[in-house]
């Protein structure tokens, strides 16, 4: 069974840069198109990013493109996502998700099979 755990979450700034990391285990990551979703309070969860399974392809939520960016390194079964640029309405939990299935729709949460704990990331004005 696959599981995730993420972590790098904290309170920044507005302006400032965050990197958080999902890191698996109990499965190789190499064989998930792994995504980036986050929940803010009171708000459904959305699509961030994802990464296919070589790392070569990346996709992006419109509003976010150009100020985060998702990779990965497979040796080290890891996720990255990387934020620059915050601003308030950034925050949100910020979750993994594996997506073993060539079917379903990256953007979909529903079309993933294993989801981390979440980390929080709070920007302040």
């Known amino acids: 069974q696959l599981q995730l755990v993420e972590s790098g979450g904290g309170l920044v700034q507005a302006g400032a840069s965050l990197s958080v990391s999902c890191a698996a285990s109990g499965r190789t990551l190499s064989s998930y198109l792994m995504g980036w979703f986050r929940q803010a309070p009171g708000k459904e969860r959305e699509f961030v990013a994802a990464?296919?399974?070589?790392?070569?392809?990346?996709w992006y939520a419109d509003s976010l493109k150009g100020r985060f960016t998702v990779s990965r390194d497979n040796d080290k079964n890891t996720v990255y996502l990387r934020m620059n640029s915050l601003k308030p309405e950034d925050t949100a939990v910020y979750y993994c998700a594996a997506k073993l299935a060539s079917t379903g729709y990256y953007r979909y949460g529903s079309s993933y099979d294993h989801w981390g704990q979440g980390t929080q990331v709070t920007v302040s004005s």
């Open positions: 990464i296919g399974r070589s790392g070569t392809s990346t």
